[in-house]
């Protein structure tokens, strides 16, 4: 149905915006391919081409290309790698957006050429294992892609998160602090069920006080990003980020983690709104301060 409106040119408002963006300057926020790395300066983050030998692709994703808060996350996921020494590499300037809100809002056809965009620089650096923070590039990637002959392994950051801390490449001593709930994101926990990875990484270390909403893993509620809606105006009396918050602050947690950039975003407003102390992070910036990275 959704192909078919917007195949009609019934699509508009701003998600029609993003939409056009993603077709020309390949990211719904339409900033220019230059800056796709400018989030990493500093940090020393090699390139596929400069790091022909590496293990694991970090796919950084457009959130966390662009967004000012999601770059947060993507510098807390490099200096774990890099505490770790992993040998990983991004593509930089060479990553376009993954397709995946496109295909969820009907346009099929942007979604097949960013796609098969990707795939062609995905198989000119013989990529294989790939390492998102973004649950909708993981699916993306993960069961879109191999509809085109792109199949690859996936894994989330906090399951690779997981990994590290299992193998002691990651080590957690003292206590967590304050308490914790965990939102599980939609195409994390319900699509994908990966949802203890997540928690295991949380409660990595000494004690930690980890309390869970009524709604969570496989039975978890949407941020309300999901399906395109990220890029959609909401009246804000009707947003569902509202509804989520209530429930996270209800445990009475101070911290508010995430696995998802647009649950990072969704849930950081929905807090606001209602608490001036309780904070929203992601699993891996949580670790990254632990670990007073």
Request: glycine share 8%; charged share 25%; proline share 3%.
């Amino acid at each position: 149905m959704r192909r078919n409106r917007v195949g009609e040119g019934a699509l508009s408002g701003t998600a029609a915006t993003a939409l056009r963006r993603m077709q020309s300057s390949g990211n719904p926020w339409g900033l220019p391919i230059a800056e796709r790395a400018n989030w990493a300066e500093g940090l020393g983050v090699p390139t596929a081409k400069e790091n022909p030998q590496f293990e694991v692709l970090y796919w950084v994703g457009c959130a966390g290309s662009y967004d000012r808060r999601a770059q947060r996350v993507s510098r807390a996921v490099v200096k774990l790698l890099k505490h770790a020494k992993v040998n990983f590499a991004i593509l930089g300037r060479e990553e376009k957006c993954t397709g995946e809100s496109a295909r969820r809002l009907g346009d099929e056809f942007l979604f097949q050429e960013l796609a098969q965009a990707n795939i062609a620089t995905f198989a000119k650096y013989n990529v294989r294992k790939i390492l998102t923070q973004c649950p909708h590039c993981l699916n993306s990637l993960l069961k879109d892609y191999s509809q085109f002959g792109g199949n690859y392994e996936l894994i989330h950051h906090t399951q690779f998160l997981e990994q590290l801390l299992a193998d002691g490449r990651l080590k957690v001593e003292g206590d967590a602090g304050d308490a914790i709930t965990y939102h599980d994101p939609c195409y994390l926990a319900r699509v994908n069920g990966i949802h203890q990875a997540p928690r295991n990484v949380l409660k990595a270390g000494a004690s930690v006080d980890l309390r869970e909403m009524p709604r969570n893993r496989e039975k978890t509620f949407c941020c309300g990003a999901g399906g395109g809606r990220m890029w959609m105006e909401e009246d804000p009396k009707k947003r569902v980020c509202t509804v989520r918050a209530t429930e996270a602050l209800a445990t009475g947690a101070k911290t508010v983690a995430v696995g998802c950039p647009f649950c990072l975003t969704m849930m950081t407003d929905g807090v606001a709104v209602q608490s001036e102390s309780a904070r929203v992070l992601d699993a891996a910036e949580i670790l990254a301060e632990r670990l007073k990275l």
